[in-house]
């Protein structure tokens, strides 16, 4: 879970960018998620009901928010290093 909620942060952000650019996402959303789903091997329906289950267990999905954020930092830290200086 801790994966895919990482990947679905960052198609969020990525959509959000694209809508700040004035682009229409209403098309993208589906096919991105759609994506993410695909490469995790689950479907909508799953991540639905796991979702639902954390949001149940507020304690474990702390810990799988707090891994996700480790992860995003981790991908920013990585991005940060190898930009070029200008």
Known sequence: ???V???VQLVEAALIRK???GQ???DLKPIWYDQVFKHHRI???IFVE???YYNQNLDEMEKIL???LANLNKIQANLEATR???
């Open 1 to 3: 879970m801790i994966a």
């Open 5 to 7: 909620m990482t990947d």
């Open 19 to 21: 809508r700040e650019l």
């Open 24 to 26: 229409n996402i209403t």
């Open 43 to 45: 479907s909508n329906s």
């Open 50 to 52: 796991n979702l639902t």
């Open 66 to 68: 707090d891994e996700v």
């Open 84 to 86: 070029p200086l200008s």
